[in-house]
C-alpha cells in the first residue's frame, strides 16, 4: 500500500493557515489592555458582590474575620476561579469549591499555630489541592482559590475560637458569588469541543460517499484536514484536559481521538492509489454503513436525536471480512482486492468505534454496555442475549484509575503539585519564622508567580515585582490624595475591585498585580487606617515569595514540562510497542486472551496529552520545533491505536489455520522489529542511546497465501492480509520521526538556562 500526499498532508502538524488561523500578528504592545466580554461580566460581578459583602460584615455585623474571608472568598469564587459548562455545572462548580475551601479553612487554622505543624500540614494539603486540579476543567479553574482558603488561615494568627467567623465569611462569598454567577451570565453558546468533533464526524461521512462517487477534491481533502486540525487545537488549547473526569466526558475524549485517526484513514484510503468505485460490492456497503455511522455521531455529539444501530455496522464489516477470507485468483488483482479490503475494514473499525464513544459522551450508553456489544459480535455471537446493564458506571472505579495513571513523575500534574506543595511550605515556613506581617501575601505571592521551569518563574518574579511597586505607588498617591477618609475609601475600592477584576487574562501579569496591589491597600485602611504603609508591607512579602518561588522552580525540575515530554513520548512509544505486540499475538490467533497492555498505553497517552498541553501553553520561548513535535506526537498515536484496531479483531475465537506456524512466524518476525524500532527510539529519547534506530522494512504482502503451489489459485489468508497491511503502514512511517527523535534528544542534552 503506497501513501501519496493526501495521508502525509493528513499526518502533518497544524499550521496557522492549515488551522484556519491567521498568520501570526506581530507581538502587542506589552501595556495593552484587550476587550473580553466575559472578563467585563467577571468584573461587573465582583464589583457589585465583593463591596456589598465587604459592607454587610464589616459595617453591619462588625465581624472582622468573617469580613476578611468573606471579601477574599469573593475574589477566590469570581475573580480567582472561572467555571464552565451549563448553570447546573457552574452551580456544582462553586459548591465544589465552597466544600473543598471549608476543609482546608479547617485544617489551616488548626494548624496555624505551629510554625512546623503548619509546614509538615501544608505539603499534603497543597500537593492534594493542586493534584486535584488533574481531574477536569473546572477542578483546574478552582485550584488557585481553594489555595487561597488555606492560605489565609495557615498563615494568619486565630486559633479554633475563628472558624466559625471565618466558615461564615466563606459560606456567604460562595453563595453570593454562585448566585451572581448563575444571573449575570451569557447564555452558553454550547461546548465547542463538542461542537468541533461534530462538525469533523459530519465532514467525514461526507469524504467517504464522494470517495464512493469518485467526486473528491484536493479542496475536500483540505477541508478535512482542517476540520481534524480545529478539533485538535481546541482540545490541546489548555493547560489541563479540557474535559472531566465524568464517565461522558472521557468519552469525549476517546472520541477526538478516534475522529483524528479516522482522519488519518479516510485521508489514506483516498489520496489516489485506490478507487472506491471498483471496490467489492461488500467494502462499498461497508463503507456506506461507516459515513452512516458517522453522520449518527455528529448528531448524538451534537445531542440531536438519533437511533445509531451498530448491528448495521457490524454485519457489513462480518460481509467484507468473509469476502476477504475468500479472495483467490491472480495474485495482483487479489492484493489490489485485499487493499481495498483493508481500507473498508479499518474504517469499519475507526467508525464503529466512534459510535460507541459518542453513545459514551452523549450518555446514552455505559462504557461496559458499549463493551458488551463489542463483544458480542467479536465473539462469532451476535444474537446472544445482553443483559440489562445500567446506563451510568459508578465514578469512583473510573476515579481511582485515572488518577493511578496520573501518579507518576512522568506526570506533569504530578511534578507540578508536588513542587508547588514544596514551595508553599517553604513559603509557610520562612512566613512563620520571620513573623512578618500580614504573611499570607508571602505564600500567596509564591502561588501567583510559580510556573512549569524557572526560566518562566523568574520571569514571572519580576513581574509581579514590578506590578506590586507600580500598584504601591499607585495606593500611596491615592491616599496622599484622599487621605484615610472612609467615603473616599469606600468610592475608590468599588472602582479597584472593577479594575483588579478585570485584568487577569486581558492585560499583562505586572498590570494584574499593580491592580490587585492597590485594591489590597484600599481594603486594609478600610479595615484598619494604616496609610501607604500597607502597599510597603505587601511589596516586601511579594518579594519574599517570589524569591522563594524562584530558589524552588531552580532546585525542581527547571526544564518544566519540556522535560516531562521527552519522558512521557519514550514511554509512550514503549507501551505502544507492547501494545502492538499482544494485539498482533491475539488478531493472528497466538494468544488466547485478549491484549492487557491497553490500559498501560491509553494512560502513557493521557499523561503524553497532558505533558504536550503544558508544554504548548507554557511560558517562554519554544526549543524544540512544534512540526518535529507534532511528528512525535502522532507516531505515538498510530502505534497505539493501529494495536486497538488489531486488538478489535475476533483472534483467538477463531480456530488455529493449517499453516499458521509459516505464515504466523514471518508476521511476529515483523512485529518484533517495529517493537524493537520504538523501543530503541524510547531509548534516544531517553538519552540512553545515542545510534539511531534501525527503520524496518515493510514485508511484501504477495507472499502471505495459504498455498504455496505453483499450479494452484492463491487463497489469501484474512489474518494475515489484515494484519500485514496495519504493519506496513507503522513500517511506512518509521522514518519520519528518526529525525525529531534525535533533534529532542540533543535539546535535552543542553543545560536548562541554554
Same mark, same amino acid.
Given at each position: 500500500?503506497?501513501?501519496?500526499?493526501?495521508?502525509?498532508?493528513?499526518?502533518?502538524?497544524?499550521?496557522?493557515?492549515?488551522?484556519?488561523?491567521?498568520?501570526?500578528?506581530?507581538?502587542?504592545?506589552?501595556?495593552?489592555?484587550?476587550?473580553?466580554?466575559?472578563?467585563?461580566?467577571?468584573?461587573?460581578?465582583?464589583?457589585?458582590?465583593?463591596?456589598?459583602?465587604?459592607?454587610?460584615?464589616?459595617?453591619?455585623?462588625?465581624?472582622?474575620?468573617?469580613?476578611?474571608?468573606?471579601?477574599?472568598?469573593?475574589?477566590?469564587?469570581?475573580?480567582?476561579?472561572?467555571?464552565?459548562?451549563?448553570?447546573?455545572?457552574?452551580?456544582?462548580?462553586?459548591?465544589?469549591?465552597?466544600?473543598?475551601? @471549608?476543609?482546608? &479553612?479547617?485544617?489551616?487554622? *488548626? %494548624? $496555624?499555630?505551629? =510554625?512546623?505543624? #503548619? +509546614?509538615? !500540614?501544608?505539603? /499534603?494539603?497543597?500537593?492534594?489541592?493542586?493534584?486535584?486540579?488533574?481531574?477536569?476543567?473546572?477542578?483546574?479553574?478552582?485550584?488557585?482559590?481553594?489555595?487561597?482558603?488555606?492560605?489565609?488561615?495557615?498563615?494568619?494568627?486565630?486559633?479554633?475560637?475563628?472558624? @466559625?467567623?471565618? &466558615?461564615?465569611?466563606?459560606? *456567604? %462569598? $460562595?453563595?453570593? =458569588?454562585?448566585? #451572581? +454567577?448563575? !444571573?449575570?451570565? /451569557?447564555?452558553?453558546?454550547?461546548?465547542?469541543?463538542?461542537?468541533?468533533?461534530?462538525?469533523?464526524?459530519?465532514?467525514?461521512?461526507?469524504?467517504?460517499?464522494?470517495?464512493?462517487?469518485?467526486?473528491?477534491?484536493?479542496?475536500?481533502?483540505?477541508?478535512?484536514?482542517?476540520?481534524?486540525?480545529?478539533?485538535?487545537?481546541?482540545?490541546?488549547?489548555?493547560?489541563?484536559?479540557?474535559?472531566?473526569?465524568?464517565?461522558?466526558?472521557?468519552?469525549?475524549?476517546?472520541?477526538?481521538?478516534?475522529?483524528?485517526?479516522?482522519?488519518?484513514?479516510?485521508?489514506?484510503?483516498?489520496?489516489?492509489?485506490?478507487?472506491?468505485?471498483?471496490?467489492?460490492?461488500?467494502?462499498?456497503?461497508?463503507?456506506?454503513?461507516?459515513?452512516?455511522?458517522?453522520?449518527?455521531?455528529?448528531?448524538?455529539?451534537?445531542?440531536?436525536?438519533?437511533?445509531?444501530?451498530?448491528?448495521?455496522?457490524?454485519?457489513?464489516?462480518?460481509?467484507?471480512?468473509?469476502?476477504?477470507?475468500?479472495?483467490?485468483?491472480?495474485?495482483?488483482?487479489?492484493?489490489?482486492?485485499?487493499?481495498?479490503?483493508?481500507?473498508?475494514?479499518?474504517?469499519?473499525?475507526?467508525?464503529?468505534?466512534?459510535?460507541?464513544?459518542?453513545?459514551?459522551?452523549?450518555?446514552?450508553?455505559?462504557?461496559?454496555?458499549?463493551?458488551?456489544?463489542?463483544?458480542?459480535?467479536?465473539?462469532?455471537?451476535?444474537?446472544?442475549?445482553?443483559?440489562?446493564?445500567?446506563?451510568?458506571?459508578?465514578?469512583?472505579?473510573?476515579?481511582?484509575?485515572?488518577?493511578?495513571?496520573?501518579?507518576?513523575?512522568?506526570?506533569?500534574?504530578?511534578?507540578?503539585?508536588?513542587?508547588?506543595?514544596?514551595?508553599?511550605?517553604?513559603?509557610?515556613?520562612?512566613?512563620?519564622?520571620?513573623?512578618?506581617?500580614?504573611?499570607?501575601?508571602?505564600?500567596?505571592?509564591?502561588?501567583?508567580?510559580?510556573?512549569?521551569?524557572?526560566?518562566?518563574?523568574?520571569?514571572?518574579?519580576?513581574?509581579?515585582?514590578?506590578?506590586?511597586?507600580?500598584?504601591?505607588?499607585?495606593?500611596?498617591?491615592?491616599?496622599?490624595?484622599?487621605?484615610?477618609?472612609?467615603?473616599?475609601?469606600?468610592?475608590?475600592?468599588?472602582?479597584?475591585?472593577?479594575?483588579?477584576?478585570?485584568?487577569?487574562?486581558?492585560?499583562?501579569?505586572?498590570?494584574?498585580?499593580?491592580?490587585?496591589?492597590?485594591?489590597?491597600?484600599?481594603?486594609?485602611?478600610?479595615?484598619?487606617?494604616?496609610?501607604?504603609?500597607?502597599?510597603?508591607?505587601?511589596?516586601?512579602?511579594?518579594?519574599?515569595?517570589?524569591?522563594?518561588?524562584?530558589?524552588?522552580?531552580?532546585?525542581?525540575?527547571?526544564?518544566?514540562?519540556?522535560?516531562?515530554?521527552?519522558?512521557?513520548?519514550?514511554?509512550?512509544?514503549?507501551?505502544?510497542?507492547?501494545?502492538?505486540?499482544?494485539?498482533?499475538?491475539?488478531?493472528?490467533?497466538?494468544?488466547?486472551?485478549?491484549?492487557?497492555?491497553?490500559?498501560?498505553?491509553?494512560?502513557?497517552?493521557?499523561?503524553?496529552?497532558?505533558?504536550?498541553?503544558?508544554?504548548?501553553?507554557?511560558?517562554?520561548?519554544?526549543?524544540?520545533?512544534?512540526?518535529?513535535?507534532?511528528?512525535?506526537?502522532?507516531?505515538?498515536?498510530?502505534?497505539?491505536?493501529?494495536?486497538?484496531?488489531?486488538?478489535?479483531?475476533?483472534?483467538?475465537?477463531?480456530?488455529?489455520?493449517?499453516?499458521?506456524?509459516?505464515?504466523?512466524?514471518?508476521?511476529?518476525?515483523?512485529?518484533?522489529?517495529?517493537?524493537?524500532?520504538?523501543?530503541?527510539?524510547?531509548?534516544?529519547?531517553?538519552?540512553?542511546?545515542?545510534?539511531?534506530?534501525?527503520?524496518?522494512?515493510?514485508?511484501?504482502?504477495?507472499?502471505?497465501?495459504?498455498?504455496?503451489?505453483?499450479?494452484?489459485?492463491?487463497?489469501?489468508?484474512?489474518?494475515?492480509?489484515?494484519?500485514?497491511?496495519?504493519?506496513?503502514?507503522?513500517?511506512?512511517?518509521?522514518?519520519?520521526?528518526?529525525?525529531?527523535?534525535?533533534?529532542?534528544?540533543?535539546?535535552?542534552?543542553?543545560?536548562?538556562?541554554?
Amino acid at each position: 500500500m503506497t501513501h501519496g500526499s493526501a495521508t502525509q498532508q493528513a499526518d502533518r502538524p497544524p499550521t496557522a493557515k492549515s488551522a484556519g488561523t491567521a498568520q501570526t500578528p506581530l507581538p502587542a504592545p506589552w501595556w495593552k489592555v484587550s476587550w473580553s466580554v466575559p472578563a467585563a461580566l467577571r468584573a461587573a460581578r465582583a464589583t457589585v458582590v465583593i463591596p456589598l459583602l465587604f459592607a454587610f460584615t464589616f459595617e453591619v455585623l462588625h465581624d472582622a474575620q468573617m469580613t476578611l474571608f468573606a471579601v477574599f472568598g469573593g475574589f477566590a469564587a469570581l475573580v480567582m476561579s472561572s467555571f464552565g459548562g451549563d448553570r447546573k455545572d457552574k452551580a456544582l462548580a462553586h459548591l465544589g469549591l465552597a466544600v473543598a475551601g @471549608s476543609a482546608v &479553612l479547617i485544617i489551616g487554622t *488548626l %494548624a $496555624s499555630g505551629s =510554625a512546623w505543624l #503548619a +509546614v509538615v !500540614v501544608t505539603v /499534603p494539603v497543597a500537593f492534594l489541592v493542586y493534584f486535584a486540579g488533574s481531574t477536569g476543567p473546572n477542578e483546574a479553574s478552582g485550584v488557585t482559590g481553594c489555595l487561597l482558603a488555606f492560605v489565609l488561615p495557615i498563615a494568619s494568627t486565630g486559633g479554633v475560637a475563628t472558624i @466559625s467567623s471565618r &466558615l461564615e465569611g466563606w459560606w *456567604l %462569598a $460562595s453563595a453570593a =458569588a454562585t448566585v #451572581a +454567577v448563575l !444571573v449575570l451570565s /451569557p447564555k452558553s453558546d454550547g461546548d465547542q469541543l463538542r461542537a468541533r468533533a461534530a462538525i469533523s464526524a459530519d465532514m467525514l461521512a461526507s469524504q467517504i460517499e464522494a470517495g464512493l462517487a469518485g467526486t473528491v477534491t484536493a479542496a475536500d481533502t483540505r477541508a478535512v484536514i482542517d476540520a481534524k486540525h480545529k478539533l485538535m487545537n481546541a482540545f490541546t488549547a489548555t493547560p489541563y484536559r479540557p474535559i472531566g473526569l465524568a464517565t461522558g466526558d472521557q468519552g469525549l475524549a476517546s472520541l477526538i481521538h478516534v475522529l483524528e485517526w479516522c482522519t488519518t484513514l479516510i485521508c489514506d484510503a483516498l489520496d489516489g492509489h485506490i478507487d472506491l468505485r471498483a471496490a467489492a460490492p461488500a467494502d462499498r456497503v461497508l463503507l456506506a454503513e461507516s459515513a452512516r455511522a458517522l453522520r449518527q455521531v455528529a448528531e448524538l455529539t451534537s445531542r440531536l436525536p438519533a437511533d445509531p444501530q451498530l448491528e448495521r455496522l457490524w454485519r457489513a464489516r462480518v460481509a467484507s471480512a468473509r469476502h476477504l477470507r475468500d479472495l483467490s485468483g491472480d495474485g495482483q488483482a487479489v492484493v489490489a482486492a485485499a487493499d481495498d479490503a483493508f481500507h473498508a475494514q479499518v474504517i469499519g473499525v475507526a467508525a464503529s468505534a466512534a459510535v460507541g464513544e459518542a453513545l459514551i459522551a452523549s450518555r446514552a450508553a455505559s462504557p461496559s454496555a458499549v463493551a458488551e456489544q463489542r463483544l458480542r459480535w467479536l465473539s462469532g455471537n451476535p444474537n446472544a442475549q445482553t443483559t440489562g446493564l445500567p446506563k451510568h458506571d459508578g465514578g469512583a472505579a473510573r476515579l481511582s484509575r485515572i488518577i493511578a495513571s496520573e501518579a507518576s513523575l512522568r506526570s506533569v500534574w504530578f511534578r507540578n503539585s508536588l513542587r508547588g506543595a514544596i514551595a508553599l511550605a517553604i513559603a509557610v515556613a520562612v512566613a512563620k519564622l520571620t513573623d512578618v506581617q500580614h504573611a499570607f501575601w508571602v505564600v500567596l505571592g509564591t502561588v501567583s508567580v510559580l510556573r512549569t521551569n524557572a526560566a518562566a518563574t523568574g520571569a514571572t518574579a519580576l513581574r509581579a515585582l514590578s506590578g506590586s511597586v507600580v500598584g504601591f505607588a499607585v495606593g500611596a498617591a491615592l491616599l496622599l490624595g484622599l487621605g484615610t477618609s472612609p467615603v473616599a475609601l469606600w468610592i475608590a475600592f468599588p472602582i479597584a475591585v472593577l479594575v483588579a477584576a478585570y485584568t487577569p487574562g486581558t492585560a499583562p501579569f505586572a498590570i494584574g498585580q499593580a491592580a490587585f496591589t492597590v485594591t489590597i491597600v484600599v481594603l486594609f485602611n478600610l479595615l484598619v487606617p494604616a496609610g501607604w504603609s500597607v502597599g510597603l508591607l505587601r511589596v516586601e512579602d511579594v518579594a519574599i515569595g517570589c524569591a522563594v518561588s524562584l530558589v524552588v522552580g531552580i532546585l525542581f525540575w527547571p526544564r518544566g514540562t519540556s522535560a516531562v515530554v521527552g519522558d512521557n513520548l519514550a514511554d509512550a512509544f514503549r507501551c505502544g510497542a507492547d501494545y502492538l505486540t499482544s494485539a498482533s499475538d491475539w488478531a493472528l490467533s497466538e494468544s488466547g486472551h485478549r491484549p492487557e497492555r491497553a490500559l498501560a498505553a491509553i494512560s502513557s497517552g493521557i499523561r503524553l496529552d497532558d505533558a504536550l498541553r503544558g508544554f504548548l501553553t507554557e511560558q517562554g520561548s519554544k526549543r524544540m520545533a512544534k512540526a518535529d513535535l507534532w511528528s512525535l506526537v502522532l507516531a505515538t498515536t498510530r502505534v497505539r491505536l493501529t494495536a486497538h484496531t488489531l486488538a478489535s479483531l475476533p483472534g483467538g475465537n477463531v480456530p488455529p489455520h493449517a499453516d499458521d506456524q509459516a505464515l504466523h512466524g514471518e508476521l511476529q518476525e515483523q512485529t518484533a522489529e517495529l517493537a524493537s524500532f520504538y523501543e530503541q527510539l524510547s531509548r534516544v529519547l531517553q538519552m540512553t542511546q545515542t545510534l539511531q534506530p534501525s527503520v524496518p522494512d515493510r514485508h511484501s504482502v504477495d507472499q502471505y497465501r495459504s498455498t504455496r503451489e505453483a499450479r494452484e489459485p492463491a487463497v489469501y489468508r484474512a489474518d494475515v492480509l489484515w494484519v500485514s497491511h496495519h504493519l506496513n503502514h507503522l513500517a511506512d512511517h518509521c522514518a519520519e520521526v528518526v529525525g525529531p527523535a534525535s533533534r529532542l534528544a540533543e535539546i535535552r542534552s543542553r543545560p536548562w538556562w541554554r
